[in-house]
């Protein structure tokens, strides 16, 4: 068995141009989509990220605003600025890139963001939204790996069994509550997990957010699994893998995300699809 693969950059595109023609109908009746991105600093991996997210907004058609500090910049100071973001009206999604430095508090940054701009779906409003089956925004990476499990004909996973390798509240987390959401039975499992492989090689669908390479190999994975491929880390020659041994797993798996190409591009993709839905939501409240 060789796993079909799950190709992240051709669902991105197909989404991409189904917003960008949202985003048009919108604009002309007199809202055009906008998000501003703040980056504080000068880490090297944020700065990529960042531009990446401000072309995928000029190419769909948004307004987007990119605001770049120094890392000296004072907690309070980046406060209200996002404050200022929250009462603009051209501004519909904001997001703050991470990591910030160490003086400034994320957790309090991410909270000072309106609920009704938080496209990243990391306030805990979003979060309990979530929880509770409620309309809110969804952590973007998470999303997008539902997106590309709806794209194989795996919306409703009722009677699956989903094994995510990893809690944290940007991944793992929402992860499991949106494939609850999608009737599927859930296992989450972390670094307290006793035996890894036991739970995953019950899996169905085993999705990997650990940044640990190699943490789910071929003796892992239930004949036929889907895999989705979540982590961004580097081989020993420096080239971008993931968290899943891709060429041992792909012998067994049905379906597989490959890094990069996979899970990636749909994370600023689903960024895309927030802000969209925040800028109509503002337009319908007219």
Excluded: W
């Amino acid at each position: 068995m060789t796993a079909q693969i799950i190709d992240g950059k051709a669902l991105s595109a197909q989404l991409r141009s189904e917003v960008a023609q949202r985003a048009a109908a919108l604009t002309a009746q007199g809202t055009k989509p906008g998000l501003a991105v703040i980056l504080v600093g000068d880490n090297q991996a944020s700065q990529v990220y960042v531009r990446n997210k401000v072309k995928a907004c000029e190419d769909v058609g948004f307004h987007s605003v990119l605001e770049k500090y120094d890392a000296s910049m004072t907690e309070a100071e980046l406060l209200a600025r996002v404050e200022a973001l929250n009462n603009d009206p051209s501004i519909h999604g904001i997001l703050v890139q991470l990591p910030l430095p160490k003086h400034i508090d994320d957790h309090k940054v991410i909270e000072t963001i309106s609920p009704s701009k938080d496209v990243d779906g990391f306030h805990v409003a979003s979060a309990g939204a979530l929880m509770v089956g409620e309309v809110g925004f969804k952590a973007c990476t998470p999303y997008g790996c539902m997106k590309m499990l709806e794209s194989i004909g795996m919306k409703d996973l009722r009677g699956k069994h989903a094994v995510v390798i990893g809690r944290s509240n940007i991944v793992g987390k929402p992860m499991a509550m949106m494939l609850l959401a999608a009737n599927a039975t859930v296992t989450i499992c972390h670094s307290g997990t006793a035996d890894l492989a036991a739970m995953t090689r019950q899996a169905d669908i085993v999705v990997a957010a650990v940044g640990k390479r190699n943490v789910l190999t071929a003796d892992m994975v239930k004949p036929g699994a889907v895999v989705i491929d979540v982590g961004m880390n580097r081989d020993d020659e420096g080239k971008l893998c993931g968290d899943v041994d891709y060429n041992g797993c792909k012998d067994v798996a049905g379906y597989i995300t490959p890094v990069p190409g996979g899970v990636g591009p749909m994370t600023i993709t689903m960024l895309l699809v927030n802000t969209m839905e925040a800028a109509e939501r503002t337009a319908a409240a007219k």
